[in-house]
């Protein structure tokens, strides 16, 4: 069975602008997370949706932004890009958003 | 304090040693779970425990919920399980998401 697939794998962008990354779930899953890993911070949540609801947001900035798709699609923006956004933007799909998650390969984003 | 806290932060083994990861909360939880992140990035979980413990192969993962810790061991480790191991609660209730630990990076030297 297909894993979850994140799009695109690499992306360099200039402060200021925006960015869209996708994420699709393994098929049946409904619960897409978000998740930050930096050097610093390490990896820290960033939100989950299930059934197209947001049920839970970290403590990011509402520069970040997400939405889930009726297929479970989900697709994460950030907008007004700064150099500390720079980071591996990871997804993770579940059943139900608390057991057994797949996690993609992520996106690693660049802002110069 | 970090809700999770792993420790040690860096491990250096000799092939063949046994290993042992541990991991402590603060919050109440309704799983525990255990990732591998190699270089790269690419994240695969481990184990999911709510209570006692799990054996995969090599890898055996147990949790105390009355002292809030869970351990990870490797027995007879190789130098393909070099990577992070990170530690990940999801607290109860209907908080739908993972705290993590920071990782403990392990490096097994032939």
């Known amino acids: 069975k297909a894993g979850v697939t994140q799009t695109p794998r690499y992306l360099i962008k200039t402060r200021g602008q925006q960015v869209t990354l996708s994420c699709s779930p393994i098929?049946?899953?409904?619960?897409v997370s978000w998740y930050q890993q930096t050097p610093g911070q390490g990896l820290q949540f960033l939100f989950e949706?299930?059934?197209?609801?947001?049920?839970n947001k970290g403590n990011f900035p509402g520069r970040f932004s997400g939405r889930q798709f009726s297929n479970s699609r989900s697709e994460m923006n950030v907008s007004t890009l700064e150099l500390g956004d720079s980071a591996l933007y990871l997804c993770a799909s579940s059943f139900n958003g608390q057991n057994g998650y797949t996690f993609g390969s992520g996106t690693r984003l660049t802002v110069v | 304090k970090n809700e999770v806290e792993q420790s040690p932060q860096n491990l250096t083994a000799q092939e063949g040693e046994f290993i042992t990861i541990n991991c402590s909360y603060s919050?109440?939880?309704?799983?525990l779970h255990w990732l591998q992140q190699h270089p790269g990035g690419g994240i695969v979980s481990l184990f999911m425990?709510?209570?006692g413990k799990k054996k995969h192969g090599r890898l055996i993962a147990t949790i105390n919920i009355q002292e809030k810790h869970s351990s990870l061991h490797i027995t007879a480790s190789h130098p393909r399980d070099s990577a992070v191991y990170i530690c990940a609660v999801n607290s109860g209730g209907s908080n739908y998401k993972l705290t993590f630990g920071k990782g403990t990076l392990l490096t097994v030297n032939p």
């Open positions: 098929s049946g899953h409904r619960s």
């Open positions: 949706y299930f059934s197209e609801t947001q049920r």
């Open positions: 425990l709510s209570s």
């Open positions: 919050v109440g939880i309704s799983a």
